[in-house]
């Protein structure tokens, strides 16, 4: 008989915990709450003891002081009595006043003399109150910048990763606190961000591969079609309108990638002169311009940025296609692109006529698929990502676009780019 072959065994429990350890007397733990609490309190009170030992000091010095005769007795038989601090109780005048008068000067020069003890004590006081108050405010200077030194480090790691650096890491070491929890935490997050972006990079160039491919071949083979010179007049315009349509798709497909890779930072930068940029944009687009006849002019100088010459040719090229695609019909349109350099700044503007825009629009045509009046990709005149793309350039290279309508009719278009 057959023996029943035994399940087989789980794989064993993993021995290593990733989570935290908990701490088994948790009001121990070395919070920031705590030690600042221990600190200021024993700032406080060596402040306070050592207020306390100077005043100590200065009132037994003034009680000394105080305490010094005001007058002596001098002579031999005739006894006489004789006083600096009190010229009233001196040998000559102590003999012709009354007694009572006499007394009464003796009391006033008591409380004299009481009065310029408590003068002095008060004023070294104030004195010693200041310096201790100088070096309370640098000790504790010096003592906020010790314990806010790991925030600082999480502030320098946090601008590298905005540089987009998300390899980098605090790791910081320490005691078991709350900026140390804040750190971790933000080493994980950091983390989590890095693989999204790694996945997105990767879905990115997957996705240029897959849906670049059967678009190739539509377009290959409607032009195999198209060149058929027997082909019928109704199929001729079929393949037309069907090689459009996949130009079209082509056009969106592109301007979505550009858009997904352009929405990071820029990690390797370049040199990169807004006038060739700007030049070369308007050499692609000057055949459509003269179509149109529209006008291209303006002055460029030279404007030299770090960053991707491809892309910052695509902020030229959308916002040149743009100014002479929705111009105004016939004679008398035209483009103006500048460049120039701007207080520290590298400045690219294209100025051009056409129809009045509202300026509560001028939001919308930064949106995708958005245009002027129309929501969805409607128009033959793009895939409405143009000016999308143009602010995730800028904006991943640490610049911004602005739009204003140009009184008459048109839009004014500025990108500053740091240099």
């Known amino acids: 008989m057959a023996t029943t072959p035994a399940p087989p065994l789980a794989p064993p429990k993993p021995t290593w915990d990733p989570r935290r350890p908990q701490n088994p007397l948790p009001w121990l733990r070395p919070t920031i709450r705590i030690r600042l609490t221990l600190l200021y309190g024993g700032m406080f009170l060596i402040a306070g003891i050592l207020l306390l030992s100077i005043i100590y000091l200065l009132a037994a010095q003034a009680i000394t002081t105080g305490n010094q005769p005001l007058f002596k007795i001098v002579g031999g038989d005739n006894i006489s009595v004789s006083s600096e601090k009190c010229p009233a109780v001196d040998a000559d005048s102590a003999l012709n006043i009354p007694l009572t008068d006499f007394n009464a000067a003796i009391a006033a020069c008591i409380d004299q003399q009481r009065q310029a003890a408590l003068d002095t004590l008060l004023s070294r006081s104030l004195l010693a109150l200041l310096g201790l108050a100088v070096i309370a405010f640098a000790f504790g200077y010096a003592m906020a910048g010790r314990v806010l030194a790991p925030l600082g480090r ?20 320490g005691p078991d606190d709350e900026l140390k929890e804040l750190a971790d935490t933000f080493d994980d997050m950091l983390e989590r961000l890095q693989r999204a972006f790694t996945a997105q990079q990767r879905f990115v160039g997957n996705a240029s591969h897959e849906l ?72 692609q687009v000057r055949s459509e311009a003269d ?129």
């Open 212 to 283: 670049r491919t059967p678009l190739a071949i539509n377009r290959t083979l409607l032009e195999v079609h198209l060149s058929d010179p027997n082909a019928p007049a109704e199929l001729q315009q079929l393949g037309k309108t069907l090689l459009a349509t996949n130009e079209r798709s082509e056009q969106l497909v592109e301007g979505l990638l550009l858009l997904a890779r352009s929405d990071n930072q820029i990690v390797e930068r370049k040199p990169v002169d807004l006038a060739e940029v700007a030049s070369q944009a308007i050499d």
């Open 154 to 173: 999480i502030t320098r790691t946090a601008r590298a990763v905005a540089g987009s650096d998300l390899s980098r890491r605090i790791e910081l070491d």
């Open 291 to 419: 179509a149109k006849k529209v006008e291209i002019r303006g002055e460029r100088a030279p404007a030299v940025v770090q960053g991707n010459g491809v892309l910052l040719e695509r902020i030229a090229l959308n916002l040149v296609q743009n100014a002479v695609r929705y111009n105004v019909q016939g004679v008398g349109g035209w483009v103006e692109v500048t460049t120039e350099l701007q207080h520290g700044q590298a400045v690219l503007v294209v100025t051009n006529t056409g129809p009045v825009v509202p300026a509560y629009e001028i939001d919308n045509l930064f949106e995708p698929f958005r245009r002027l009046r129309t929501e969805r990709t409607g128009s033959d005149k793009g895939v409405g990502l143009g000016l999308s793309i143009v602010r995730s350039v800028a904006r991943a290279h640490g610049g911004h676009i602005a739009a204003q309508p140009r009184e008459g009719g048109g839009l004014v278009m500025r990108v500053t780019l740091p240099i």
